[in-house]
């Protein structure tokens, strides 16, 4: 099969990133035409001096709607990015950033901060956060014994994790009342609405050290993906790698699940169309499914807020739509195929 070559794919990713920025401040339930946006934008350049902008129209696009266009590259990326990682050291194209029991344990930490009626902006972010460590951290701890687990004993272990606390999300929907239940469920279906430089703030030191340190490693993934004994044989301690891995994939995934809830479907299909355009050498793969992730995400965000105005649509109903079709072709060319490549 022929690949892409690199440099062509990361500018044409950059191209669709700079058109994503600019859609992502122009678009909304209050339309603010391209050349304006972009004035506005470049305003704040030092050698750029433009007058006459309406003044309600800079607060949206720099107080609302840039911070939203930020927050979710670093999300979509953040998804994406692990979605890779998982790929990689699972050998599964079908592996997803959630495979670990993450969303699941992230939606039971939103559910239980709701019900106990704690209403701060970042309550149920904080308690989204904590329910998705917890839920990865117990499933370690089942799966790893004396130094080293396989990978059939983590999905499986993952699995088995989110299914209880999707049932403990359950029974605390069904025990909150009514405005409870809407804020929990809206969480879970995800959506980039509570973006803020606060919370950009908070997420890019994480997101860029996680990320970096995944780039560090990305040799060492690409001997992991050749199996743990191929692996062993170049040098790469396996164990050691998929600690690593494993632990800051999983890190990533869960802020990015703490500020935008349960986005599905971008840490599977994006991972795996840039696997087909560029190949499987993660040193290339890993920046080029951050990117893409992140510049998904942001058109999927544009039209989650156009689609149905003046009602925003979950970013996360998008991305299914997306992303579903992507998985039944997946899953059918492993049937027909008898394996994935």
């Known amino acids: 099969m022929n690949r892409a070559k690199p440099k062509v794919t990361f500018l044409v990713l950059f191209v669709l990133l700079g058109f994503a920025l600019l859609a992502g401040v122009a678009i909304g ?18 050698w750029l001096n433009f007058s006459g902008l309406p003044g309600n129209f800079q607060t949206i696009v720099f107080d609302l709607r840039l911070p939203r266009v930020f927050t979710g590259l670093l999300v979509g990326g953040s998804l994406a990015l692990s979605g890779t990682v998982m790929q990689g050291i699972f050998r599964n194209p079908l592996a997803t950033p959630y495979i670990l029991g993450v969303a699941s344990g992230g939606s039971a930490g939103a559910a239980t901060v709701v019900v106990l ?38 999905i499986l272990a993952g699995v088995a994790l989110s299914s209880l606390f999707s049932a403990i999300t359950t029974a605390l929907i069904f025990v909150a009342g009514p405005y409870q239940q809407h804020r929990v469920l809206f969480w879970m279906m995800g959506g980039l609405w509570r973006s803020s430089w606060t919370l950009f703030k908070i997420l890019l030191p994480i997101v860029t050290v996680g990320a970096g340190i995944i780039f560090a490693w990305s040799r060492d993934l690409n ?21 690593t891995l494993l632990g800051l994939a999983t890190a990533i995934t869960a802020v990015s699940v703490a500020a ?11 991972p795996h169309i840039m696997r087909m355009i560029l190949g499987p050498d993660h040193r290339i793969l890993l920046p080029a ?26 970013v996360g109903v998008i991305t ?22």
């Open 223 to 243: 001997a992991l993906a050749l199996g743990e004994s191929a692996a062993a044989h170049l040098g790469v301690k396996p164990e050691t790698v998929k600690k």
């Open 289 to 314: 499914a951050a990117l893409g992730g992140g510049v998904f995400l942001v058109y999927t965000d544009v039209m989650a807020k156009t689609i149905m105005q003046p009602v925003e649509m979950p």
């Open 260 to 270: 935008a809830g349960s986005i599905g479907f971008v840490g599977l299909v994006i």
């Open 117 to 154: 009626g704690f209403t701060s902006n970042f309550a149920l972010p904080i308690g989204a956060l904590i329910g998705a460590l917890a839920a990865v951290t117990v499933v370690y701890r089942i799966s790893w014994s004396r130094g080293s687990s396989s990978s059939y004993t983590l």
């Open 320 to 341: 299914a739509f997306f992303g579903a079709p992507f998985f039944l072709y997946l899953l059918r060319k492993k049937i027909v195929g008898g394996r994935m490549r």
């Open 29 to 46: 339930p209050v339309g603010i035409p391209f050349g304006k946006s972009l004035l506005i934008l470049t305003n704040e350049l030092p």
